[in-house]
T-cell receptor
Framework: AQKITQTQPGMFVQEKEAVTLDCTYDTSDQSYGLFWYKQPSSGEMIFLIYQGSYDEQNATEGRYSLNFQKARKSANLVISASQLGDSAMYFCAMRENSGGSNYKLTFGKGTLLTVNP | KAGVTQTPRYLIKTRGQQVTLSCSPISGHRSVSWYQQTPGQGLQFLFEYFSETQRNKGNFPGRFSGRQFSNSRSEMNVSTLELGDSALYLC?????????FGQGTRLTVV
């Protein structure tokens, strides 16, 4: 069975600084994908970034980058130059099979990020 | 990414009633999944549909059901509502390497 572990229930960061949110995963599949989502208090789950298990380069999307260390089974999210609007809950999620659109996502318990001015 | 529409956004129901939630995925996406989010249990997978067929089902009682139409729109139904069904219900529209969520339906059972 797949499992996602986010060990940081809450994190604080100063505005304009970088922050790393931890995510480790457990799977016996060779082919899988990893997602990060942001959930503000409004409830919407906002897609941030995706990394396939066979992708050789770490994924980046603007201020977001995914530090993918396959051997360590970790997929940490790095947010550079934090902004006040980054304050939200962040979820790491995994899918089995990195191909096709038939899959379910397994989520971690989330990390609540607070950006201080 | 814009395009996943869930209706209604908010809903208040009484115990014992039933409810139907709707999800319209991103144009071109044929796969839709539903999740329940509660403070205690976190995000839990309900079911997944692809081309009108249920492909996966989570560990929920039979009161929870769903379907998908030929235009990929999906509905989920909860019958005989219980207080514990109060939650945020999220729908995911899925393509390869991407899964976008709607804004969710916040259901309160009183």
């Amino acid at each position: 069975a797949q499992k996602i572990t986010q060990t940081q229930p809450g994190m604080f960061v100063q505005e304009k600084e970088a922050v790393t949110l931890d995510c480790t995963y457990d799977t016996s599949d060779q082919s899988y994908g990893l997602f990060w989502y942001k959930q503000p208090s409004s409830g919407e789950m906002i897609f941030l970034i995706y990394q396939g298990s066979y992708d050789e380069q770490n994924a980046t999307e603007g201020r977001y980058s995914l530090n993918f260390q396959k051997a360590r089974k970790s997929a940490n999210l790095v947010i550079s130059a934090s902004q006040l609007g980054d304050s939200a809950m962040y979820f790491c999620a995994m899918r089995e099979n990195s191909g096709g659109s038939n899959y379910k996502l397994t989520f971690g318990k989330g990390t609540l990020l607070t950006v201080n001015p | 990414k814009a395009g996943v529409t869930q209706t209604p956004r908010y809903l208040i129901k009484t115990r014992g009633q039933q409810v139907t939630l709707s999800c319209s995925p991103i144009s071109g996406h044929r796969s839709v999944s539903w999740y329940q989010q509660t403070p205690g249990q976190g995000l839990q997978f309900l079911f997944e549909y692809f081309s009108e067929t249920q492909r996966n089902k989570g560990n929920f009682p039979g009161r929870f059901s769903g379907r998908q139409f030929s235009n990929s729109r999906s509905e989920m139904n909860v019958s005989t509502l219980e207080l514990g069904d109060s939650a945020l219900y999220l729908c995911a529209s899925k393509g390869e390497g991407e899964a976008f969520f709607g804004q969710g339906t916040r259901l309160t059972v009183v």
